[in-house]
């Protein structure tokens, strides 16, 4: 109900609005990083009472009469992205630049001078869609968004084709990668991690995951890459030495703009946020343009909000490098990636680290914001008996381990 | 060289200053016509621009200054705006490609029955004659405003234009033309409207309408046309569950021109469906 107020409320079903809606009832959910920018009011036009989430799977319960694809019983994944297929993005397979699925392009179009696709739950500029951490949720453009399950692999292992599994692979496609190929990700989030995994599949030889938390630097490491604890290290030397002076062939940013900076630049960055002089702190963003080699490629799947400043734009152009970057165009990778999951090639769901019930989301976003108890990801069931499944806070772990954890968390 | 205008006039035998009626209700006493005369913003402007800099330099380079600045086109422009602010007329253009053929958009436009359904705040459209229709306009307030129009051209695939007819208190024209997109992949299409708006009724409606200038309505109102075009539906929000809302929140949706509309009330019985708040 404002900057890191979170409440569980009982709230309406939602209903069919439009002929083209279905209603869902969600079986798994998550938290995700992006959900963080809200939380610490980064991201511009939230309102108390709007419900959050992007990243929910389930049932249908209803579709709409327009709805062809879809019919009550089906088993659902729904993309973060809501497009409408039938633009001339849509149709280019650019689907987040989607121009019909935004009620409020106008207000989008006053802010920042465009309106691109509507994603749930996650401030009015983007559409002001109720998000999916609920038991039920509606679903515009139920024939364009929503992926079919017909298999019975369990709802942890294709939840996160609703957005992180799709973003990292996103990220690593952008970032140009040849075979045999040097990769440095910034961030071991479920997004970092995801790229890692990912350039490999596109070829990479060697990825390497920057990051400061040995519990996600570990999972990192599960997928194959090498890791650069960037406390202990410093990251642009490192790399330079680790890439034969070259500087790796592309860098992925998987933080955005609540990156964590060190020594005096962070503290800049920070507290030009604070005064709200400038909304993102780019530190990852900018070393990722610092170390990628003279013509790589910078691939951005991190999420920025406003304006960056100090951005090293002169080395940018001196080296000609590439940048790429934006909301996952969801819809086109849905497919090939759930083969990827059927197949065996990956299971997405070893990055979860807490599952929870409704009562808990409020801590759990504190706990997953703040890396405590080696949060990683996590995943909420929603029908939990009682609301809680008592996963957030470790077994014989003594109270007050943690900063903030309300009294209800016990 | 090639002057690109991205203004399209509309057609002068659809603009409102042919349409009957406009001279009566645009019509100035002297002292308005006076005031609002170039010269006379001239010498306003010039006399702002001595006070404000005298101290600074000398007066008659400054005046040459002031004259310069009111012959200007920028200073001519703002003269007219002014002018045209006083008298209620309101130009506005909006522009979308729609990812369909022109012909097909062109027959929708013309079926303006269903203009209700992407257009904001009209409640109602009957195709009265062979050209005429009579339009009934929601206002704030549960008032309503009725007017008769009738289409002034049709040329099948590339435009169409239109105007109110009889006494209206608010006169408006418009057109709409179609043309296929460079890309050869969509039709661009353009809509013109003028209104010449009175105080009054009108006022009031405004005042109620916040978050919407007539050239929102004009750009909302075309870019709903393209999305029912495209897609079939209007994306809406509008009746959606959320959690409880507090008054700034309200006002803030009033002002930013936010669609979805309060309240709605928790189900009694059946599953309690619960959703996170923030
Ligand atoms: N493009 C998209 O469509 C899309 C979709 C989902 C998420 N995202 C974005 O991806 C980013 C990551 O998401 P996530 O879920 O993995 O979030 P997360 O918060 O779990 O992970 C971010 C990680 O970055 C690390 N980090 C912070 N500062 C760093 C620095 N200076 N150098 C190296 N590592 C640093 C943190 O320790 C953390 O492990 C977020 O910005 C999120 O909004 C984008
Ligand atoms: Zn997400
Ligand atoms: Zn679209």
């Known amino acids: 109900m404002g900057k890191e107020k979170l409440e569980v409320q009982d709230v309406a079903d939602p209903k069919i609005l439009n002929p083209g809606d279905a209603i869902i009832k969600i079986t798994r959910t998550a938290i995700c990083g992006s959900d963080l920018h809200l939380y610490d009011g980064y991201i511009p036009t939230m309102q108390p009472g709007d419900i959050l989430g992007h990243e ?65 739950g996650y401030s009015h500029i983007y559409g002001g869609y109720a998000g999916g951490q609920a038991q039920y949720a509606r679903v515009p453009f139920a024939d364009v968004g929503p992926l079919k399950i017909e298999n019975d692999i369990p709802d942890e292992k294709l939840l996160f084709l609703t957005d992180i599994f799709p973003t990292g692979y996103m990220g690593a496609e952008n ?23 990912s350039a490999f599949m596109f070829g990479a030889k060697r990825v390497i995951s920057i990051d400061r938390f040995p519990e996600r630097l570990a999972l990192a490491a599960k997928v194959g890459a090498e890791t ?46 604070v005064l709200k002089l ?41 080296k000609g490098i590439t940048m790429k970057m934006g909301q996952t165009h969801m819809q086109r990778y849905l497919q090939p990636l759930l083969k990827r999951i059927e197949d065996g090639q990956l299971d997405p769901s070893f990055i979860i680290s807490h599952r929870i019930g ?8 504190r706990v997953f914001r703040d890396k405590e108890f080696g949060c990683t990801k996590v995943v909420i069931d929603p029908w939990a008996e009682g609301g809680r499944t008592g996963d957030l806070v470790p077994k014989g772990s003594p109270q007050g381990t943690t900063k903030n954890l309300s009294p209800l968390a016990s | 060289m090639i002057q690109t205008d991205v203004k399209t006039p509309l057609d002068p035998r659809t603009r409102l200053s042919a349409a009957p009626g406009f001279e009566r209700a645009t019509a100035q006493s002297p002292t ?27 007066g008659g380079l400054l005046f040459a200054a002031g004259v310069y600045v009111a012959r200007s086109a920028k200073t001519q422009k703002l003269a007219g705006t002014l002018q045209q602010a006083s008298r209620g007329l309101v130009q506005e253009q909006a522009t979308f490609t729609i990812a369909k053929p022109a012909d097909e958009l062109y027959a929708k436009w013309l079926d303006i029955a269903t203009a209700p359904s992407y257009q904001e705040s009209i ?92 050239g929102g309505f004009v750009k909302e109102n075309l870019r709903h046309f393209k999305q029912l075009a495209e897609t079939g539906e209007i994306p809406t929000t509008r009746g959606q569950s959320h959690g409880t809302r507090s008054a700034g929140a309200r006002v803030q949706q009033a002002f930013t021109g936010d669609r979805e509309q309060q309240p709605t009330v928790p189900q009694t019985g059946g599953i309690a469906h619960e959703g996170v708040a923030q």
């Not at chain 1, 009562?359 to 976003?365: K, Q, R, T």
């Not at chain 2, 709409?176 to 009724?201: D, I, W």
């Open chain 2, 123 to 214: 409640h109602s459209v009957t195709v009265t004659g062979e050209d005429t229709s009579h339009w009934v306009m929601d206002l704030p307030g549960g008032q309503t405003l009725e007017w008769d129009a009738e289409w002034t051209a049709k040329e099948p695939g590339k435009r169409l234009a239109w105007r109110s007819i009889g006494d209206t208190p608010v006169p408006s024209a418009g057109q709409v033309s179609f043309e296929p997109a460079v890309s050869g992949r969509g039709t661009v299409v353009r809509v013109n409207q003028e209104f010449l708006l009175p105080g009054g009724k009108l006022a009031a409606a405004l005042g109620g309408l916040v978050s919407r200038t007539p």
């Open chain 1, 278 to 318: 400038s909304f993102d702190r780019p530190t990852a963003l900018r070393e990722a343009i610092m170390a990628v080699r003279k013509g790589g490629t910078v691939s951005v799947p991190g999420v920025y909000g406003g304006l960056l400043d100090k951005f090293p734009f002169g080395a940018a152009f001196g």
């Open chain 1, 228 to 273: 650069l604890d960037y406390s202990k290290f410093d990251t642009l030397s490192t790399l330079r030495e680790l890439t034969g002076g070259n500087g790796p062939d592309a860098t992925i940013d998987a933080v955005g703009l609540e990156a964590h900076g060190s020594g005096l630049g962070g503290v800049y960055d920070k507290t030009q946020q």
């Open chain 2, 32 to 58: 308005q016509k006076a005031v609002q005369s170039p010269l006379v913003y001239a010498a306003l402007v010039s006399a702002v621009y001595l006070f404000r800099k005298q101290i600074f330099s000398p």
């Open chain 1, 175 to 197: 970032a140009n990668i040849k075979e045999g190929d040097t990769v440095a990700v910034w961030g071991a989030g479920p997004v970092g991690i995801f790229a890692a995994a």
């Open chain 1, 358 to 365: 409704m009562e808990e989301i409020p801590d759990a976003f």
């Open chain 1, 56 to 120: 929910f799977m389930g049932i249908v319960e209803e579709v709409g009469p327009a709805v062809k694809k879809l019919k009550r019983g089906d088993r659902v994944v729904v993309p973060f992205t809501i497009a409408c297929g039938s633009c001339a993005f849509c149709s280019d397979q650019l689907y987040s630049a989607c121009d019909n699925t935004n009620p409020n392009a106008a207000l989008a179009e006053k802010m920042y001078g465009y309106s691109g696709a509507s994603l749930y």
